[in-house]
């Protein structure tokens, strides 16, 4: 697997680099694609799950040309997967554990989250009964996207422009509530939880706990936190149950902790792995098993003026 990391151009995104090498994983496994086999599917799964993490924090060592690190199976899965991150061969590196507990948290929030744009793509490219490996290679293209995993990048991007532009929170704030402006504060509201995200009131207390412990004096971190407390006690935010989403907290838990922006959707895609194969599982069980195929109904008119070729 090393061998296919020399393949792709230094500066690749880490997420395309993940979802290639997860779908050249069934040219390794080949006695793990028959999914009507119990025990290749469970193999396969075990693998999958134990190696996201290296294959993760393989495509960020290979985009700063550091020598890629051998996991410790010594070490729980969020420390192993910080070392291999951070840690180099010259130097002794310990992993904090608030960080460690942050990440394991994260991952679990992330697990699952019903038929959002992966999840779905996993049941359809499942449904053809494709093998594990290449319908989780589908999510994580699917999950790529910056409307789907892009959204805590989006946070940091938005906090970059405050930090630019002088760092007046209140500035942004009252753009916000511009009903003429159409500058929404990223990170802010959720289409399903009107009254709170479930998911970010455990991960709000990561996140301070990681910016607490951290020695890393980020300009950003300080503004999100201002933006955190002036907009919690905004009437307009307040009226609209506007709070801080998951997405918000999780950019500033990454960005904290030093990951790279382009590495965000891969930690997405490392917490959402388990649900992703939960719900293949559960379709490939499925008593009323049959191939995904949404139709299509066309609507469009019925007869069209065309010239002849001849005319043109
Ligand atoms: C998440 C989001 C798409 C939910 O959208 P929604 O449920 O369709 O809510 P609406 O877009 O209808 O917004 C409802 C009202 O709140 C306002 N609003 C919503 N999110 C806002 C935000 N982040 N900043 C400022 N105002 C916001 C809207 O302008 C609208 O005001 P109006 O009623 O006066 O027109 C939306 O809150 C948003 O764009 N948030 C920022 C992006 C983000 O964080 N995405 C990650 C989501 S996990």
Redesign the pocket.
Known sequence: IKRFYDGFPINSHPMAVCSAVVGSLATFYQNELNVRDDQEVEIAIHRLIAKLPTIAAYSYKKSIGQPLPYPDNSLDYPTNFLKMMFATPCEQYEVDPVVAKALEVLLILHADHEQNCSTSSVRLVGSSMCNLFASISAAIYALWGPLHGG?NQ??IEMLQKIYADGGDVQKYVKK??D?KDS?????????VY?NF?PRSKIIKTMAHNVLKSSSNSEPLLEIALKLEEIALKEE??IE?K?YP????YSGLIYKAINFPVNMFPVMFAMGRLPGWIAQWKELQKDDDFRIGRPRQIYIGTKTRDYIPIENR
């Open positions: 959204a989006a946070v916000a509530k009903p500058f929404r504060l990223m990170g802010f509201g959720h289409r009107k995200d307009y935010f609209k506007l989403n998951v997405d918000f």
